[in-house]
């Protein structure tokens, strides 16, 4: 291969690495998730109506007091009840599917490290034919 694909070749790894990398950072950030309160707690505040937006998530409740700051509580798995007092008193009510993790997931993560290792072997290898190079030309040398 010629020195200049291989630089190209090179370069274009080091770009999605950073690229990959990029999104796998993005992706963990997500909503802000607050402070965790007790279910009890969460309860209290919607009685007094200062919970003004829920998203629920399986047993998973992110939500938004009035005043626009951010909590999250573990519910439980029925949930009639609390759907109930929620609409009673107009809360806006979310539901999202959990994330289901599968392989693409995992492959996503784990790319930017497979990248890595894969320019570090290249780098290696390059090292190493440069340093024969240059230990043949020295052989030629003397």
């Known amino acids: 291969m010629n020195s200049t694909v291989k630089n190209a070749l090179f370069w274009l790894v080091i770009v999605m690495a950073c690229f ?29 109506g200062s919970v003004g937006k829920v998203t629920i998530t399986k047993t998973q409740v992110n939500g938004q007091y009035r005043d626009g700051r951010p909590f999250r509580v573990t519910a439980p798995s029925s949930q009639e009840g609390m759907l109930r007092t929620l609409h009673e008193k107009n809360v806006e009510i979310w539901f999202r599917e959990a994330a289901e993790g599968g392989w693409p997931a995992w492959l996503l993560n784990i790319a930017p490290l497979l990248l890595l290792a894969a320019l570090w072997v290249f780098m290696i290898r390059r090292m190493k034919q440069r340093q024969d190079q240059s230990q043949a030309e020295g052989s030629c040398r003397e």
Request: glycine share 10%.
């Open 20 to 48: 990959l990398l990029l999104q796998v950072v993005k992706s963990g950030k997500g909503e802000p998730h607050g402070t965790e309160i007790s279910y009890s707690e969460f309860l209290s505040q919607v009685e007094a």
